[in-house]
Structures are given as structure tokens and as C-alpha cells.
């Protein structure tokens, strides 16, 4: 596991996973259309207007295969690793091809780049001369490498390479002077120019024989072309350039594609349960992308505690982690992980055990852990400066939960071998820290009960967001105070409880303190006082509360501005006048009993077209409420306000798998809208990927169509499972 593809927010990239890493990454254009920087691909973006792009195969562990089409080009990027016994050589492959038969032939430029973040992390030296180009590197960590560039398709190509030295801060701005630098270093006169823009731009050294950081190598060439680069220990080379690399290659590749099909076979069996050849492509493609989208981050977070008077940095830390959008958040989400580790543990799970290892590592010395990870200059380019500050006194859905109780209910066998047992062991202390911080921290003022915190009442907003709960804008108490009451966390809490039960007496721990409270929370009646409405028979949040406020244009002498406006004075009452998605929760962590009313109530809701149903899924918020896909304040959309989160859905099919499956009632009822609601979301999602390339970040309740950023195979490759129908 050294070597990977790491690097989740470029189009193709290696990197070794240690503090000190050497990176490895590729840039693309097309010559004769270049006219801005944004013709040249490097980092994944939206603005990009990709057709398509994403991992067909991935197993997280050995090799990926990633399709491209941009443009009137496609690419196909691909990597092998090496034998355990070698960890540190590995072979990628670049294939371009023209999408469609021209007259004239496309000439593309291809960069490679080989950089380390910091001159203090080791050298690089690059050579053209001879047939083959190639990059030699000295990492004060791994020894000597050497990267060769080898011509696959005997191309006359133009060739040319750059070395420098540069901090972290100046690699992100490779993509702007690493093409223009190379595509006129032949012209003597443009050259000089052009070196002395990056002397001046980058802090290169202008001694000829000074370490540099950065070196890079670009071909020109006309589709189609065929590239290997292999990386090798300087002193054990793997594949010698006379051994036929590409034959090697493509063994090796092939062998494991094929391991890859029957591992996902016997996992998923979705050719059993009826599926098209092409859903099965689409459910390895999303698998694949989830697992190749798993990144390993380096760096520390900037932190804000009650101790502090200004936001400090966190210690440095490594994290390992897979991230919800390659394009848009290319980093670390908590409550985002929970869920991807469902889907990553039923694939591999020594990968999902290695993830939490890393993420509870993270946590402070109170029991606290920061809830979005923004580790190192690459992950900090992404990122607007006000959500950049994690504060220590806000939670996030404790999700990891999910995966424990998953782990424990499907594979506690696996489970007892003892390095997974031993993990376990060294993770328990660091959940119990985890769990005590939440109950002396999130509590309500009422016995059992609970309140995010990092709730404030601000002029713009009509309804203060709650991001801690990971559901920012989902209407609560218009006027949050310390007498608030929360379902949603009330319910992950009985969710917690339970789970450091079971995990205690799997590890035999003493679970004594951990069961009484996981009593206490699964009392109904408790659970009926604090938050079942008797008019609605629904669960609502409580908290002082109207619904009666609007976003009024007010004129102001420094020009006009959307406000909040209230229009009826707040009372405290349940805000049972919203119903959606923190309603399901009792349903969805199924807290409730077989034969409740309420159950009866929640799965005639789920099922209303006026309420949650919609024939592509559950939708977030009832289309009888007042706050039904309205603006949070003048610039910010809805985002949980009637949208299709899969994640959600997700929970909503576990539930209705629970009931459909326990004697009562509503049995026949659960079973009617579980098959339903499972194919709509299958067939709209699987619609919508064909239909533009990508899964979605969320789906409009209206028309299905994809929403939010792509590619989103974070939480929403979840579908997978849903096809599965693993709960």
C-alpha cells in the first residue's frame, strides 16, 4: 500500500503514502486549441466540461483503469503495481486516442510531472537524451527511483523536460507554467523570457546544478499514441526496457481486471438478481471510483477552541481517506466517511479498518475530531477561506457507528483474525473518547435529550443552518437557543450506545455503562415525550419556533439586501410543521416497534407524492412545507429542502428491509414501498449516468435529473448496495 493513486483531485496521479511523499501527475492539451489555462487538464474540475471521466476498474489495492473522453480525444489512464516483494515499483500507462476519424491528425501535449512538496524531501534530475526519457529521483525516505518514459507507439515525438525547485505553494501553480515554460523551450529567446517569469514566479535557483523538486517531461505527438512510465528502485529494476514492458504490462493488467470481475461477482451477485450487463458496468464503475477516489493527506487543520483566542493549527497528521467529489471536495468529510466505509468494508475490509484507524487518530485529547479534513496545500486550494476554521465544540454525525454495527452483524468472523481484532482493541479507547465527548457536549437541557451546537440566528438567513448535523439547511427552530431538542441526534446517540455494547463484548470489555444507556435511549415512550407530535403523530425537533418568516427585500442607504423578517413572534412547540428527512430518523436507526402508530404514519408519508414520494426516491422535505425548495438567504440555494440524497435513501431501504422482514402490521406495507422505491433509484440513477457520464451529488425531486457536483460517487455509490440489497 504504499503506492497508489493517492491523489483524487487530478485527472491521473501517484503518490507514496508517507509523510514526505513523491507525487506523480499528468497534464494534458490540445496545441492548437489552447488559448487559456483552462484548456489545460490537470486538477479535477467541474468548469472542465469533461464528457465523461472516472475509474471502469479499481480495487484499491493493486491497479486501476480510468476512462477520459475530452473533447474530440479520449484517454485511457491505467496503473499496475508491482509484487509485494518490489513495493516500490509500479508501471501506468496513457493511452490517447482520437474519438472520432478527421482529416487531419489531433496533436496533443502530454506532461509528466515528478515532484517532491519540499527541497528538504529529496532531488530530481530528468534526461531526454537516448530513446527514452526519464526522470531521476533521490527521496531522502525511499532511496533512489527512476521513472522512465517509454514510447509505446514508436511516434516521432517532440520532446521536452524542465527541472526546478519550488516550495508546495508553487506546485499548485504547475499548471500554469509548466505547459507555457514547455511548449517553447525549443525557441532560445522565448526560453529566457520564459525562465526568468518562473525564476521570478516559482523561486527557481538559477544554479545549473542546484537541487531541484520538480522535474517534468512533455511529448507532442498525433493521436493515437500509447505511453508506459514505469517507476523502479534505482537498484532493482522490475521490468528491464528489453523484457517487452508493454507485454508485462498487459498481463499483469489483464490478470487482475479478471480477478477484480470475479471478486465483485461473488461480493455483489447482481447478475443474479437480473441485471443488464450494462448495470453491472455501471455498479463496478461506481465501486471503483469510490475505492480509486481514496486519498492519503498529510498536513495539519486549523483549529478554533474555547481555549484559544484565535484559530490555531491542529498537530500534523496523516489521513487516509476516500472523498465524496474528486471535482469538489477532494478531501476529508466525517460524517461523509460512515458511509463510504459501508460500501468500502463490504469490498475490503482492512481498507475500511485502515480509514477509521487513520480518522481516530485525528482526535484530540477531549474526544473531539475535526469534521471536514483539510490536510495539506492541495486539499487547501479547494477550500474557501470561511470554512477553513473547524471549531471543537461542533459534532458531526457519529456515522462511523454505521460502519461498526454493519461490521459486527455481517463479518465478525473476519473480525477475530487478530491483526483486525488487534485494530479494533487499539480503536476502542479512542470510541469511547469519541462517545463520552458527545454526551457531555451535544446534550440538551432535558434529560435524553440532545442539541447540535454551531446554530446562530444571522439577519440573512430565513432559517439558521445546522451544519454540524450534516443536513445544513434542513429547516429546524427558527430561533435556535440552548432549549432545543434534536431527534436526529438523539437517535445516533441510542445508535452509539448500542454499538459500544456489542463491540465491548466482542473485544470482552466490560459493556455495563454502554448498554444502560442504550436502555435508556430506546425507551419509546421517552423518545414519544420529547419529540412525537400528537397533532402530526410525527417526530419533530423542538425548539422556539415560526414558521411565519420571509426574505424581505430591505432598502438601506448602502444599497438594498434580503433579510430575514419575522412576522409572528416564536413560541416553544415541536416544529412539527416540517416533515422530512430528521422526521425518518426513529424510522430510519429503527428505533421504533413493529406495531406503532407512528411506524404506520411514517411509511404513509414515505409512500404521499405530496410529501416524500417521488418516482426517482425519497425526497429531503415534504412538499407541504412552508420551506419546501426555498432560498436559505439571497445566495444560497436549497440544499436539503426537497432534493434526493442517496445516503438517505439508503437508510430508508435498510429500514424498510427491517420491517418488511419482522412480523407486525405494516409488514406487507414496508415490503410494497421498499420494491418500489429500490427500483426507482436504481433506474433514475442508472438513467441519469448514461444520460450525462456521472453519478450525482443529489437528484431533483421533479425530474431526477442529476444535481449539485460530479463526479459524486462519495455516499451516493451507496447504490451499489441498493442493488445488492446489502443493509
Known amino acids: 500500500m504504499l503506492w497508489g493513486s493517492y491523489r483524487p483531485g487530478v485527472y491521473f496521479g501517484m503518490k507514496s503514502r508517507e509523510e514526505h511523499p513523491l507525487l506523480t501527475g499528468l497534464m494534458w492539451y490540445l496545441p492548437s486549441q489552447l488559448r487559456s489555462l483552462s484548456d489545460i487538464r490537470h486538477f479535477c474540475e467541474i468548469g472542465d466540461n469533461l464528457r465523461k471521466y472516472g475509474w471502469t476498474h479499481h480495487d484499491g489495492r ?13 484517454l485511457q489512464t491505467s496503473f499496475v503495481k508491482s509484487t509485494q516483494e518490489n513495493p516500490f515499483s509500479w508501471t501506468a500507462k496513457i493511452d490517447v486516442k482520437q474519438r472520432k476519424p478527421a482529416q487531419t491528425k489531433t496533436s496533443v501535449s502530454l506532461i509528466w510531472y515528478v515532484a517532491f512538496e519540499s527541497i528538504d524531501d529529496g532531488f530530481l534530475n530528468v ?44 506546485i499548485l501553480q504547475m499548471q500554469v507554467y509548466l505547459p507555457m515554460y514547455l511548449q517553447h523551450a525549443h525557441l532560445p529567446t522565448v526560453s529566457i523570457k520564459l525562465k526568468k517569469q518562473l525564476w521570478k514566479r516559482l523561486h527557481i535557483r538559477r544554479m545549473a546544478k542546484a537541487p531541484c523538486n520538480l522535474a517534468a517531461i512533455m511529448v507532442t505527438f498525433e493521436a493515437p499514441g500509447s505511453f508506459l512510465i514505469t517507476m523502479d528502485n534505482a537498484s532493482k529494476s522490475s521490468v528491464t526496457i528489453g523484457s517487452s514492458p508493454q507485454q508485462h504490462f498487459q498481463r499483469n493488467l489483464n490478470y487482475h481486471k479478471e480477478k477484480f470481475t470475479e471478486k465483485f461477482d461473488s461480493i455483489f451477485n447482481l447478475e443474479a438478481k437480473g441485471f443488464t450487463a450494462g448495470e453491472v ?15 492519503y493527506f498529510y498536513g495539519s487543520s486549523k ?13 500534523k497528521a496523516p489521513l487516509y481517506t476516500a472523498v465524496p467529489s474528486r471535482s469538489f471536495f477532494p478531501r476529508g468529510f466525517l460524517w461523509d466517511e460512515g458511509f463510504h466505509s459501508l460500501l468500502v468494508s463490504t469490498w475490503d475490509v482492512d481498507i475500511a479498518l485502515d480509514i477509521m484507524m487513520h480518522w481516530f487518530d485525528l482526535m484530540n485529547i477531549d474526544g473531539w475530531i475535526p469534521r471536514e479534513q483539510i490536510l495539506g496545500s492541495e486539499a487547501l486550494a479547494k477550500v474557501p477561506a470561511e470554512f477553513v476554521v473547524q471549531r471543537s465544540s461542533n459534532a458531526n454525525p457519529p456515522t462511523f457507528f454505521l460502519t461498526l454495527r454493519y461490521l459486527l452483524n455481517n463479518y465478525e468472523e473476519q473480525l477475530r483474525v487478530p491483526k483486525r481484532q488487534e485494530n479494533l ?9 469519541w462517545f463520552s465527548w458527545f454526551n457531555k457536549t451535544q446534550k440538551g437541557e432535558v434529560a435524553g435529550s440532545y442539541r447540535w451546537r454551531g446554530r446562530s440566528i444571522t439577519p440573512e438567513e430565513i432559517n439558521p443552518k445546522t451544519l454540524t448535523s450534516g443536513l445544513d439547511d434542513y429547516p429546524r427552530a427558527s430561533h435556535p437557543d440552548n432549549l432545543e431538542r434534536h431527534v436526529d441526534l438523539l437517535c445516533w446517540m441510542q ?26 435511549l430506546s425507551n419509546v415512550e421517552r423518545l414519544n415525550a420529547l419529540h412525537l407530535s400528537p397533532r402530526t403523530n410525527t417526530y419533530a425537533d423542538y425548539g422556539l419556533h415560526t414558521d411565519k ?35 425518518l430518523f426513529p424510522f430510519l436507526l429503527k428505533l421504533l416497534p413493529t406495531d406503532s402508530m407512528p411506524l404506520k404514519t411514517t411509511l404513509d408519508n414515505l409512500r404521499d407524492p405530496e410529501v416524500l414520494w417521488t418516482d426517482f426516491g425519497v425526497r429531503s422535505l415534504s412538499k407541504k412545507s412552508t420551506l419546501y425548495m426555498e432560498r436559505n438567504t439571497e445566495h444560497d440555494p436549497p440544499y436539503w429542502r426537497g432534493q434526493i440524497w442517496i445516503n438517505i435513501n439508503y437508510l430508508v431501504l435498510s429500514a424498510l428491509n427491517h420491517y418488511r422482514n419482522k412480523t407486525g402490521p405494516h409488514k406487507a406495507l414496508a415490503q410494497e414501498i421498499y420494491s418500489e422505491l429500490r427500483k426507482n433509484i436504481i433506474t433514475n440513477m442508472y438513467r441519469q449516468y448514461q444520460r450525462t457520464g456521472y453519478v450525482w451529488e443529489n437528484y431533483r425531486d421533479d425530474t431526477g435529473e442529476g444535481k449539485g457536483c460530479y463526479p459524486f460517487t462519495g455516499w451516493s455509490a451507496l447504490v451499489v448496495m441498493i442493488m445488492a440489497e446489502i443493509y
Open 127 to 170: 534526461s531526454t537524451a537516448g530513446h527514452h526519457p526519464q526522470i531521476d529521483a533521490m527521496s531522502f525516505s525511499l532511496g533512489g527511483m527512476e521513472i522512465k518514459f517509454l514510447n509505446n507507439s514508436k511516434l516521432d515525438l517532440v520532446v521536452e523536460s524542465i527541472r526546478f525547485c519550488c516550495t508546495d505553494h508553487y
Open 495 to 520: 445508535l452509539a450506545s448500542h454499538v459500544m455494547s456489542d463491540l465491548a463484548k466482542f473485544l470482552g470489555r466490560d459493556d455495563t455503562k454502554y448498554f444502560e444507556t442504550y436502555k435508556y
Open 425 to 433: 482493541k487499539k480503536m476502542f479507547p479512542r470510541l469511547q473518547a
Open 549 to 583: 418568516v420571509r426574505l424581505t427585500l430591505i432598502e438601506r442607504e448602502t444599497g438594498s439586501k434580503w433579510l430575514r423578517d419575522v412576522i409572528q413572534n416564536p413560541k416553544y412547540q415541536l416544529v412539527d410543521n416540517v416533515f422530512g428527512y430528521i422526521s
Open 62 to 74: 493493486n491497479f486501476g483503469v480510468q476512462e477520459i473522453i475530452d473533447g474530440s480525444i479520449s
Open 281 to 295: 458496468t455501471f455498479a463496478k464503475s461506481i465501486l471503483s471510483n469510490l475505492v480509486g477516489g481514496i486519498g
Open 303 to 315: 483549529v478554533q477552541s474555547e481555549y484559544n483566542e484565535n484559530p490555531i493549527n491542529y498537530w
